[in-house]
């Protein structure tokens, strides 16, 4: 269990202002070294969680997820997935999760990966969460933008998260 509040976290955004509309919720340090921030949109929902871990390694597992699903697309390039789609919208009894999107999001002088990840439900329903890998010079960071359900993971609503971050943090400062 972690301990509230404990341990001052490095700077998740510039001058601690998070994009429009969220708001800090909670902190969180657990005895492995971990650190979790929350932050909070009320008109839909939408969260950002910050990861820090110890190490880059941790980091980096947290980042590329539980398994590297296929995507969407043609045969060969994402057919597990798409097959798995048509399947889920048939008969919507299983949850399963898949990759939309992997790729790099550039703003200024910035670049950092991305990945956007599906959850399906078994209710029928679905919701999208945007990983963010911040990790850079002794900060070992993830960050994950979750989405109200039913709505895309989309680049817009990637960078407007994005223009917010302070990535000057630890060595690169």
Known sequence: K??????EPLPV??????PPGFHFVDAESFPTGERVLTWKREED???IFVLDFPTRRKAQKVFEGQRESKGFGPPGEGEDDTKRLIEWERDKDFAWHSTIRSDRIEW????VAYRIERSFRDDGTWRDAIRIDLS????NRVLFLVLPEGVAGTEEE??????ALDLATGSDR
């Open 158 to 163: 990637l960078l407007e998260v994005c223009r």
């Open 136 to 139: 850079r010079g002794d900060v």
């Open 13 to 18: 955004f510039r001058e601690d202002v998070p």
């Open 45 to 47: 929902g939408e969260e």
């Open 108 to 111: 200024g002088s910035w670049s």
């Open 2 to 7: 972690g301990s509230r509040g404990a341990a």
